[in-house]
């Protein structure tokens, strides 16, 4: 054992190496309290959000969860909706002129949305559950800088992946069924089955993020997701009064899977009433920024 | 330098920190002790800012953890060793905490090999022991160089070389200048290691003094006297002498007598005067663990009680059932196996518990007033920190402090 030292005892403060290129000056801190004797050899500097992006996207490369939900993500994609494509140019079938070809890739899509929010809830409930978010938001203890840093890198990933797939999917299906149907594609058709698909699909897995970070509980959380996707239409099965008609409809036409559908659709085929053209997209915008600032406001005020 | 005032935690209605005040300064390691359920890990995530405390604040050199400058290049922590995502490796792992605190990647590299990981860094942190994630705590700790440095039972599953690696390591890090606050529940391993101590229990500061302060005003050092046992005349002559010279003689279920209140020369000359051989005379100085459980005895949370095993004893041939007596030596938990000594400044806390019967009798006259302290021990020589490879005599880290034992004096 050591003889206490007292405080007052100067204890030899590590030179910097002279050696070191491009040392900053380095700052000492003068608080109220005494001021500090070590003063560290790397280079301090202040980290800003492109660090955290930088961070986020190591987290989230490097762990098998993520190849697995974005591998099963694009076989569902490609696989199914090039599978439909094969199967309807098989049978010699002529298409309605109301039904594009594009439209073969929803299921795909829509089974892959699973896929999409499993990996937004893990992106950070797996930080709460395993206790990692401590450490993390001791590296940072910006929290918003954090939560920003996830959801951007996790927005991207998921755009650009899905993007990928359905163009796939709509080049593929629009080649194999050219013959097959008297319609004409248009660049506005292309772009909401590809582009319009890919920013819903992704802004639904930013809710699945802002859910998780709510919850902090994966399971729990992936739950809530898959009871907002399905729920509403099991629902709305088995609402058989006259008096709910109108509930049952609402819910049937807000649902996710046939919001999903709407950028599938030509505008003919579209009812009266429910989202058309890009409305879906700014109904799940609106909804994923209502879950962020939740998400926000939660984990900057709430204990780690 | 770390400084708590009035510190304040409330979870609905239990409190789980309440008005603590503190410092940490910086070289010297400082270590945190308390019972299990005391706050200790509270303290620490509101050092942190990962919990707001209720009322009270802490600063680090000044400023709430959330209001540094830089934060992870002023602290660094080691919360709990199983805190990392189990999928990814070693190496994944502090990079990306490097990133997120802006650190040159190659500083990942520089600390897997202080804590000795680089030879399993691409592996995925799930296969890890305990006390390899320790040591990835650790290296994670000191990613930021940093001037104050956290660690949460650091040592926790670590084999005994880890210990001793992690012990010159706390010390050299002190020495460097830098504030080191280390909680703990091996005793043995604080009073090796720590400088300084602070000790809450039930959320509340019981002690804030240096490792010997804390040991001489919670414990009281002895000697153990040993007259021949085939002359039992002559053990009553010398406890009588003793007595006569103001001491305080306990009789210990061996035979000999431990002595308090006179210094070990003049029990070699009242011995000497008395006409009495003596077959031992030795000086006893308190371990930490002995003054720690005199002051937390009360603060307690968690206490074990004797195992009845009632249900299930049959008829016992041996006469070891549940109203046969135990086996001397073992005293019953609930005992209090720290009774207050006459003169020692009472803990408020020990008076939850009323005290028991003292497991030692008290031979001869009254208790005097007061006990004068025996003179301590020489001090063990500081481990070395600049040699890692050689362990310091009498380190010998020890398990888990059994609780049950009365005294361990060797524990250091």
């Known amino acids: 054992m050591t003889a206490p030292q007292p405080p007052q005892q100067p204890a030899f403060a590590q030179a910097p190496q002279p050696g070191q290129p491009g040392m900053p000056p380095q700052q000492q801190w003068t608080g109220p309290a005494a001021p500090y004797v070590y003063v560290s050899p790397i280079p301090v500097r202040k980290a800003n959000l492109g660090d955290a992006l930088r961070s986020e ?36 079938t002529e298409l309605d002129s109301d039904a594009s070809p594009l439209g073969l890739g929803f299921f795909g899509v829509l089974l892959s949305t699973i896929c999409v929010m499993t990996l937004g809830v893990l992106t950070i409930s797996s930080e709460f559950g395993t206790g990692l978010i401590r450490t993390t938001l001791t ?41 097959q149907w008297d319609g004409e594609f248009t660049g506005a058709a292309y772009f909401k089955a590809t582009v319009g698909v ?71 085929s579209e009812a009266a009433s429910g989202p058309t053209g890009w409305e879906p997209l700014w109904i799940v915008l609106v909804v994923a920024a209502l879950a962020l600032g939740g998400a926000y406001t939660s984990l900057v005020k709430r204990d780690a | 330098m770390i400084e708590a005032v009035g510190l304040t935690k409330r979870y609905g209605a239990k409190t789980a920190v309440h008005n603590l005040s503190f410092q940490v300064r910086p070289g010297a390691v400082t270590g945190f002790l308390g019972p299990n359920g005391s706050g200790k890990s509270t303290t620490m995530r509101m050092i942190l800012g990962l919990d707001m405390p209720t009322s009270g604040h802490v600063t680090i050199g000044g400023h709430p953890f959330r209001k540094l400058p830089n934060a992870p290049r002023q602290v660094g ?76 039972e650091p040592v926790n599953g670590l084999d005994p070389e880890g210990i001793l690696w992690v012990r010159n390591l706390m010390k050299q890090l002190a020495a460097e200048g830098r504030t080191v606050f280390v909680s703990s529940h091996l005793m043995s391993e604080m009073a090796l290691t720590a400088d300084h101590l602070v000790v809450i229990g039930r959320g509340q500061l019981l002690a804030d003094m240096s490792v010997q302060d804390f040991i001489s005003a919670n414990s009281a050092d002895f000697a153990r006297v040993r007259t021949p046992d085939t002359e039992p005349e002559g053990r009553e002559k010398l406890t009588a002498a003793l007595v006569e010279a103001g001491g305080q003689v306990l009789s210990e279920p061996d035979g000999a007598l431990r002595v308090t209140g006179v210094p070990l020369p003049r029990i070699s000359d009242l011995a000497h005067g008395a006409d ?50 135990a086996p001397q030596g073992w005293a019953a938990p609930a005992g209090n196996p720290y009774p207050a000594l006459a003169g020692e400044q009472p803990n408020p806390y020990a008076q939850a518990m009323p005290p028991q019967a003292a497991p030692q009798q008290p031979l001869g006259a009254p208790a005097p007033q007061g006990i004068p302290q025996a003179p301590p021990a020489p001090p063990v020589p500081p481990a070395a920190p600049a040699a890692p490879s050689t362990p310091p005599p009498g380190a010998a880290p020890s398990g888990p402090a059994d609780l049950t034992k009365r005294d361990s004096e060797d524990a250091r």
């Open chain 1, 57 to 92: 996207w190591t987290k989230i490369r490097s762990v098998r969860s993520t190849l697995w939900t974005l591998g099963v993500m694009l076989v569902l994609i490609l696989g199914i909706g090039l599978l439909a494509a094969g199967v309807v140019s098989g049978t010699d």
């Open chain 1, 139 to 179: 590296a940072c203890p910006d929290r918003a800088r954090v939560l920003t840093a996830k959801a951007i890198v996790f927005f991207l990933l998921t755009f650009v992946l899905t993007l990928v797939a359905t163009t796939l999917v709509a080049m593929f299906d629009s080649a194999m069924l050219a013959d």
């Open chain 1, 198 to 268: 890919s920013l819903f699909i992704a802004t639904l897995g930013l809710v699945a993020l802002a859910v998780g970070a709510l919850l902090r509980h994966s399971a729990g959380a992936i739950t809530v997701m898959l009871g907002v996707v399905l729920l509403p239409l099991v629902v709305a099965m088995f609402m058989f009064g006259e008096s709910l008609e109108k509930v049952r409809k609402a819910l049937f036409e807000y649902s996710i899977p046939n919001q999903l559908a709407v950028f599938y659709g030509t505008d003919a």
């Open chain 2, 77 to 152: 922590a080691l919360l709990d060793a199983k805190a990392v995502h189990g999928g990814r490796s070693a190496r994944m792992h502090l990079l990306s905490l490097a990133q997120l605190a802006g650190i040159p990647a190659r500083r990942v590299d520089e600390v897997l090999g202080v804590v000795g990981l680089q030879d399993v860094a691409k592996r995925r942190s799930k296969g890890f022991s305990l006390g390899m994630g320790q040591r990835l705590g650790i290296a994670a700790a000191l990613l930021g160089d940093p001037q104050v440095l956290l660690f949460d």
């Open chain 2, 276 to 325: 009495v051989r003596l077959w031992e005379l030795s000086p006893h100085q308190a371990s930490l663990e002995e003054a720690y459980m005199r002051m937390t005895q009360g603060a307690v949370d968690y206490r074990s009680t004797a195992d009845q095993r009632a249900h299930l004893q049959h008829a016992d041939p041996y006469g070891y059932g549940p109203g046969a007596p």
